[in-house]
């Protein structure tokens, strides 16, 4: 039977090498069917096997009967310790799984969702607070290392309504546009000023041999290097630590706008967006 690859029926999109396997299949003489519908039909019975085996297992995991109250039935946890821990000033107590850091105990178990999880790989510092007053990654932290410690979250450095200097810095020069990574960039900045005033170098201090706890900005910036700000809001935030860490008032780079500078605008003439 001469092949009839002119009327090839159902338009079916081969992939090159099923077009390249089709070209050198022999004449399928006597057969009354030509070579693409064979490799047509091929295909199409080899996706039915399939799916009706996969329709098969569904079917039977759908017949198999749930344990008791499994839909509602809460993780047990395992490896349960007890850890006695003082966070932003206030006693806690927690029973937890060995395994639990405490960017999760924070958030999920103690409500402090102000500490962001970002990376969760302890690349990004999204997740620091401080522990005794040194700033530490909490995704990599494990809760049960925590017992009789202290643990200062963002929500813990403000006193009352009186903000942290180095929060009301941020807010001054404009450190943060989205304010996800903002938490533990303050955090990581206080961690930074208590490490320059006990005297620690960096990777960048010319001369370790000299104990100085005034900062450069090259300073402030490679040691807020471990936090990421994926707006790119840097230079203002070099900009809150340094005056922070120095105390010299620096000029504001913004200002909000007057009632009067308001109400002139509304008055002014020019082009409108249409």
């Not at 009839?4 to 099923?18: I, K, T």
């Not at 995991?61 to 047990?76: C, F, G, N, Y």
């Not at 005033?197 to 900005?217: E, F, I, K, P, Y």
């Amino acid at each position: 039977m001469p092949h009839d690859d002119e009327n090839p029926g159902p338009s079916v999109q081969l992939s090159a090498d099923e077009d390249a396997l089709l070209k050198e299949m022999p004449q399928l003489d006597g057969v009354g069917q030509t070579r693409r519908t064979f490799m047509m039909g091929s295909s199409a019975a080899g996706i039915g096997v399939f799916a009706a085996q996969l329709l098969a297992h569904e079917s039977a995991l759908a017949e198999m009967p749930l344990a008791e109250a499994a839909l509602s039935a809460p993780d047990k946890p395992q490896n349960l310790v007890q850890v006695a821990v003082q966070i932003n000033g206030r006693p806690h107590t927690l029973a937890l799984d060995s395994r639990v850091v405490l960017l999760d105990a924070l958030r999920e178990r103690l409500g402090y969702t102000g500490t962001k999880k970002g990376c969760d790989q302890g690349q990004c510092g999204a997740c620091t607070v401080l522990v005794d007053g040194q700033r530490v990654l909490s995704c990599l932290t494990l809760t049960a290392t925590l017992e009789g410690r202290t643990v200062t979250t963002i929500e813990g450095l403000a006193q009352d309504e009186n903000l942290h200097p180095v929060q009301a810095a941020f807010i001054k020069h404009d450190a943060f546009q989205c304010g996800y990574c903002t938490p533990g960039q303050i955090c990581s900045a206080v961690g930074l000023l208590g490490e320059a005033q006990r005297g620690h170098v960096s990777h960048v201090t010319q001369d370790v041999r000299r104990t100085t706890t005034r900062l450069s900005d090259d300073e402030i910036r490679e040691r807020m290097s471990g936090n990421i700000c994926r707006c790119g809001a840097y230079p203002g935030i070099v900009a809150a630590v340094q005056e922070a860490h120095s105390g010299q008032q620096t000029a504001h780079h913004w200002a909000y706008a007057t009632d009067t500078q308001l109400a002139a605008a509304k008055l002014e003439q020019g082009h409108e967006t249409v």
